[in-house]
Nanobody, 125 residues
């Protein structure tokens, strides 16, 4: 059974940085797109960054552009999300997702069929 396992979350002060990891049990070449979503308490899940695993193009939500960087390591079968200048509003559970299909809505929740269990990020003084 193919799995995605996130790690790297934690409690951080505003202005700090974190790198989240998503380890896949299958080769990353299995997927056409992989993405990071987040869900804050009491809110819906939103897409923050997506990566075309073939062409390498990255897509970001406007709210995180300039602070979030999505990347991958094919040899390690791992997707990353680096978050710089963390803000309290970044507090959320962060999920990794993947799809083997070519998609149009790169941050669309229903475009992705494989999900990890999430990792918690808490930003507070």
């Amino acid at each position: 059974q193919v799995q995605l396992v996130e790690s790297g979350g934690g409690s951080v002060q505003p202005g700090g940085s974190l790198t989240l990891s998503c380890a896949a049990s299958a080769s990353l070449y299995t997927y056409f797109y992989m993405a990071w979503f987040r869900q804050a308490p009491g809110k819906g899940r939103e897409g923050v960054a997506s990566l075309n695993m073939i062409g390498g193009g990255a897509y970001y939500a406007d709210s995180v552009k300039g602070r979030f960087t999505i990347s991958k390591d094919n040899a390690q079968n791992t997707l990353y999300l680096r978050i710089d200048n963390l803000k309290p509003e970044d507090t959320a559970t962060y999920y990794c997702a993947a799809t083997p299909r070519a998609i149009r809505r790169y941050l669309g929740l229903d475009e992705y069929g494989l999900w990890g269990q999430g990792t918690q990020v808490t930003v507070s003084p």
